[in-house]
């Protein structure tokens, strides 16, 4: 069972556990309780086995991206991945900033910026990998982290970038250099966030407002005009 479905089991646990505890005091019948865990249960099954835990994403997403401060890191993350993937010429092909949004533009509920990958796939496929494409793209994927850790001082998100980074490593029989690629790259990441902070401002401005793609790419491109 996927981890978004078990958040899911764990939130509907908590709040039967609580109106089991607070029934008595406002006369709750405790045969809500059990509609609730077998609501539960079945809901966290069909989300699973129906759609690939894209229902639960969804709800964890929007309890998790309930604050402003969740929302902002959210979009100064994915800005990171914009900007550097720009900077090294890996189109973007679009980005959402929730799994909702993802979902609603016809996407798997997962949020993030989608990279236009045919090059790096086509050359997985056929076992011949230049170190140049592997390198971009562990940049591109620690970016986001790399931008967090820039503007608060740590990174919150950022789990699956590793994991791409990891599983790419493995593919290619080097699964003992993630880590320090994966240092690497976030260090190349944040000299180029660093080297270019009024163009990731502007970004994160840009992506805020749900500008398209190319709108973006025009404001990165004015910006860096300017520095």
């Given at each position: 069972?996927?981890?978004?479905s078990?958040?899911?089991?764990?939130?509907?646990?908590?709040?039967?556990?609580?109106?089991?505890?607070?029934?008595?005091?406002?006369?709750?019948?405790?045969?809500?309780?059990?509609?609730?865990?077998?609501?539960?249960?079945?809901?966290?099954?069909?989300?699973?086995?129906?759609w690939?835990?894209?229902?639960?994403?969804?709800?964890?997403?929007?309890?998790?991206?309930?604050?402003?401060?969740?929302?902002?890191?959210?979009?100064?993350h994915?800005?990171?991945?914009?900007l550097?993937?720009?900077?090294?010429?890996?189109?973007?092909?679009?980005?959402?900033?929730?799994a909702?949004?993802?979902?609603?533009?016809?996407?798997?509920a997962?949020?993030?910026?989608?990279?236009?990958?045919?090059?790096?796939?086509?050359?997985?496929?056929?076992g011949?990998?230049?170190?140049?494409?592997?390198?971009?793209?562990?940049?591109?994927?620690?970016?986001?982290?790399?931008?967090?850790?820039?503007?608060?001082?740590?990174?919150?998100g950022?789990?699956?970038?590793?994991?791409?980074?990891?599983?790419?490593?493995?593919?290619?029989?080097?699964?003992?250099?993630?880590?320090?690629?994966?240092?690497?790259?976030?260090?190349?990441?944040?000299?180029?966030?660093?080297?270019?902070?009024?163009?990731?401002e502007?970004l994160?401005?840009?992506?805020?407002?749900?500008?398209?793609v190319?709108?973006?790419?025009?404001?990165?491109?004015?910006?860096l005009?300017?520095?």
């Open positions: 069972m996927k981890q978004t078990l958040n899911i089991i764990a939130i509907g646990i908590f709040v039967i556990t609580m109106s089991s505890l607070l029934g008595p005091i406002f006369n709750l019948s405790p045969v809500i309780p059990a509609i609730a865990t077998f609501s539960v249960l079945v809901l966290a099954t069909i989300d699973t086995l129906g690939q835990g894209q229902g639960g994403m969804i709800i964890v997403d929007l309890v998790e991206g309930a604050s402003s401060e969740r929302r902002d890191r959210i979009i100064r994915e800005a990171g991945h914009f550097v993937a720009y900077l090294l010429e890996i189109p973007i092909s679009g980005y959402a900033l929730s909702w949004e993802a979902f609603r533009q016809g996407q798997s997962q949020g993030g910026v989608r990279f236009d990958d045919q090059k790096l796939a086509a050359q997985l496929q056929k011949i990998i230049s170190d140049q494409i592997v390198d971009r793209y562990c940049i591109v994927w620690m970016a986001g982290i790399a931008a967090e850790d820039l503007v608060y001082g740590n990174a919150e950022g789990a699956e970038d590793r994991a791409k980074i990891t599983a790419i490593l493995r593919q290619l029989k080097r699964p003992g250099e993630s880590k320090l690629k994966q240092s690497w790259a976030s260090l190349q990441a944040r000299s180029l966030l660093e080297n270019h902070q009024s163009a990731y502007a994160v401005k840009a992506m805020t407002e749900r500008a398209s190319s709108d973006c790419y025009q404001t990165i491109k004015q910006h005009s300017v520095g």
